[in-house]
């Protein structure tokens, strides 16, 4: 599920790229690999485990943004008499991988790709994740190579999935994709993106689930090199549909898996009231229509990303998939309300992108299983029980990284204007002292702190409140604002 995206396209000024590799290391993010993990990497590269099915005569292509390298994914989309057929290839980590060694041993050091605004750092040596392993066009992979087939309304009356060699024809990028879709001149298995598309996100609605088109955080050098500025970029349609293609695979996934008794899923409780009552009162804030009575997900699909309100009250509608965990089972199933992602509002679990998350190499794994009628491997059987907490730990680093990162970019942003006073809505109020908070500024596209110097009143829940900048620290990293008017506060 989306999580804040933060993008430096032009983030090659010393102070923030400074700044960026200072945090890293006080976030002991893991860069360099140790050299064992270097070597057996290089010698895997050269010695995949390839598969005997060949898949090569479909003609997969990868839809990303245009510099990714790491390619998890490879679709080819047809139409058939009664619906659709869905070829969605993944790359097969575990060709390369040897259970127990020591690229195996550091994937599950790292856990996760982790994701800066300058840089990533990834969770496989880069000659497999970018290089040997990557379904990069032109070239023969080793793949999970999932068939689904779909009725006329998009849903699914059949899945499976097999090891196959599978060779991309071309790699697309969202862009591109999107032009020619909206020209009418998209080939078939592109144009059949935006159809097949659509189909899953009625199917989504018709279901009560939810996607969230979080917007994407750009920040850029001001051309005149003074400074820079924070804005949002709104997913395109193609962004959204791509990604239905990916989440129909985990929930077919997903049933394999119950329907085998042996599984890990992606499972997220329903919100808690608390957290839907202060989403109301962000939407409150920030101006957003919220009729008494209409559902959330609703209230989400009527929004439009390019509106700079609408796209503040989306990175806060994240908030609502705090609570994700993962659900083990081996033997039998579990309950149903055990079993499902309130998001997707259907059980589903992580199994698309092995190259950037080490969950979804053993949920390949299961799902083989369970296709062939097989037992589990045993290296997968034995690690099932720790993934939970292992993957709760990376997730914990991953969206602390985020956060740190927003804050230091935001204070990047706004080093140079304290004592400013700029236009701003309050979002949020600190449960135990309501004349500290949270603010929305109107421009640029910052969330922070807002704290009054007592005795004061409580600050104006849902209102305007001019704000004066009193810190914005890259090094610590802080941003913090006073009301308009009042001295600095001791924080």
Same mark, same amino acid.
């Given at each position: 599920?989306?999580?804040?995206?933060?993008?430096?396209?032009?983030?090659?000024?010393?102070?923030?790229?400074?700044?960026?590799?200072?945090?890293?290391?006080?976030? #002991?993010?893991?860069?360099?690999?140790?050299?064992?993990?270097?070597?057996?990497?290089?010698?895997?590269?050269?010695?995949?485990?390839? @598969?005997?099915?060949?898949?090569?005569?479909?003609?997969?292509?990868?839809?990303?943004? @245009?510099?990714?390298?790491?390619? #998890?994914?490879?679709?080819?989309?047809?139409?058939?008499?009664?619906?659709?057929?869905?070829?969605?290839?993944?790359?097969?980590? =575990?060709?390369?991988?040897?259970?127990?060694?020591?690229? #195996?041993?550091?994937?599950?050091?790292?856990?996760?790709?982790? &994701?800066?605004?300058?840089?990533?750092?990834?969770?496989?040596?880069?000659?497999?994740?970018?290089?040997?392993?990557?379904?990069?066009?032109?070239?023969?992979?080793?793949?999970?190579?999932?068939?689904?087939?779909?009725?006329?309304?998009?849903?699914?009356?059949?899945?499976?999935?097999?090891?196959?060699?599978?060779?991309?024809?071309?790699?697309?990028?969202?862009?591109?994709?999107?032009?020619?879709?909206?020209?009418?001149?998209?080939?078939?298995?592109?144009?059949?993106?935006?159809?097949?598309?659509?189909?899953?996100?009625?199917?989504?609605?018709?279901?009560?689930?939810?996607?969230?088109?979080? @917007?994407?955080?750009?920040?850029?050098?001001?051309?005149?090199?003074?400074? &820079?500025?924070?804005?949002?970029?709104?997913?395109?349609?193609?962004?959204?549909?791509?990604?239905?293609?990916?989440?129909?695979?985990?929930?077919?996934? =997903?049933?394999?898996?119950?329907?085998?008794?042996?599984?890990?899923?992606?499972?997220?409780?329903?919100?808690?009231?608390?957290?839907?009552?202060?989403?109301?009162?962000?939407?409150?804030?920030?101006?957003?229509?919220?009729?008494?009575?209409?559902? &959330?997900?609703?209230?989400?699909?009527?929004?439009?990303?390019?509106?700079?309100?609408?796209?503040?009250?989306?990175?806060?509608?994240?908030?609502?998939?705090?609570?994700?965990? &993962?659900?083990?089972?081996?033997?039998?199933?579990?309950?149903?309300?055990?079993?499902?992602?309130?998001?997707?509002?259907?059980?589903?679990?992580?199994?698309?992108?092995?190259?950037?998350?080490?969950?979804?190499?053993?949920?390949?794994?299961?799902?083989?299983?369970?296709?062939?009628?097989?037992?589990?491997?045993?290296?997968?059987?034995?690690?099932?029980?720790?993934?939970?907490?292992?993957?709760?730990?990376?997730?914990?680093?991953?969206?602390?990284?985020?956060?740190?990162?927003?804050?230091?970019?935001?204070?990047?942003?706004?080093?140079?204007?304290?004592?400013?006073?700029?236009?701003?809505?309050?979002?949020?109020?600190?449960?135990?002292?309501?004349?500290?908070?949270?603010?929305?500024?109107?421009?640029?596209?910052?969330?922070?702190?807002?704290?009054?110097?007592?005795?004061?009143?409580?600050?104006?829940?849902?209102?305007?409140?001019?704000?004066?900048?009193?810190?914005?620290?890259?090094?610590?990293?802080?941003?913090?604002?006073?009301?308009?008017?009042?001295?600095?506060?001791?924080?």
């Amino acid at each position: 599920m989306p999580r804040r995206h933060l993008h430096a396209p032009a983030a090659d000024g010393t102070l923030l790229r400074d700044a960026l590799r200072r945090l890293r290391v006080r976030l #002991d993010v893991p860069e360099e690999f140790p050299a064992a993990v270097l070597a057996e990497a290089r010698q895997a590269a050269g010695h995949p485990r390839m @598969p005997e099915l060949d898949a090569t005569g479909i003609p997969l292509l990868t839809i990303d943004p @245009p510099t990714s390298t790491d390619l #998890d994914q490879a679709m080819h989309l047809a139409a058939r008499a009664d619906g659709y057929r869905v070829h969605y290839a993944i790359a097969d980590v =575990a060709a390369f991988v040897t259970p127990g060694g020591a690229i #195996d041993a550091e994937a599950h050091r790292r856990v996760t790709t982790l &994701y800066f605004p300058d840089e990533r750092v990834p969770l496989h040596p880069q000659v497999l994740s970018e290089g040997a392993a990557s379904l990069l066009p032109g070239q023969d992979r080793p793949a999970l190579l999932w068939r689904i087939d779909l009725d006329a309304a998009g849903s699914v009356t059949a899945a499976d999935v097999r090891r196959a060699r599978v060779r991309s024809r071309a790699k697309l990028d969202y862009a591109a994709v999107q032009r020619s879709i909206d020209a009418g001149t998209a080939e078939e298995p592109v144009a059949l993106l935006q159809k097949i598309g659509l189909l899953r996100e009625e199917l989504e609605r018709d279901r009560g689930g939810i996607s969230l088109n979080v @917007p994407e955080q750009e920040i850029e050098q001001r051309p005149d090199g003074d400074g &820079y500025v924070l804005d949002y970029r709104a997913p395109l349609p193609a962004e959204g549909w791509n990604a239905q293609i990916s989440l129909l695979t985990g929930m077919a996934a =997903a049933d394999l898996m119950l329907r085998s008794g042996a599984g890990i899923l992606r499972t997220l409780p329903a919100a808690p009231a608390a957290a839907s009552d202060r989403l109301r009162r962000v939407a409150e804030a920030l101006r957003i229509d919220w009729p008494a009575g209409t559902p &959330y997900p609703d209230v989400i699909r009527s929004l439009d990303p390019h509106r700079p309100d609408h796209a503040a009250f989306l990175q806060e509608c994240t908030s609502l998939l705090r609570g994700a965990g &993962y659900t083990v089972f081996d033997g039998a199933a579990p309950a149903p309300e055990h079993a499902e992602h309130a998001a997707v509002a259907a059980p589903y679990t992580h199994c698309t992108a092995p190259l950037r998350r080490l969950v979804d190499r053993y949920a390949g794994e299961i799902c083989l299983s369970a296709v062939a009628g097989e037992p589990l491997p045993d290296w997968v059987r034995t690690a099932l029980p720790d993934l939970p907490r292992e993957m709760s730990a990376g997730t914990q680093h991953a969206n602390q990284a985020e956060r740190e990162c927003v804050n230091l970019i935001e204070a990047v942003l706004l080093k140079d204007r304290v004592g400013e006073v700029f236009d701003a809505f309050v979002i949020d109020l600190d449960d135990r002292d309501p004349t500290s908070g949270t603010i929305h500024l109107k421009s640029p596209a910052v969330v922070a702190r807002v704290k009054s110097v007592p005795p004061a009143e409580p600050l104006p829940l849902g209102h305007p409140l001019p704000v004066r900048l009193t810190a914005a620290d890259p090094a610590t990293p802080t941003v913090l604002f006073a009301p308009a008017g009042q001295p600095d506060p001791v924080d």
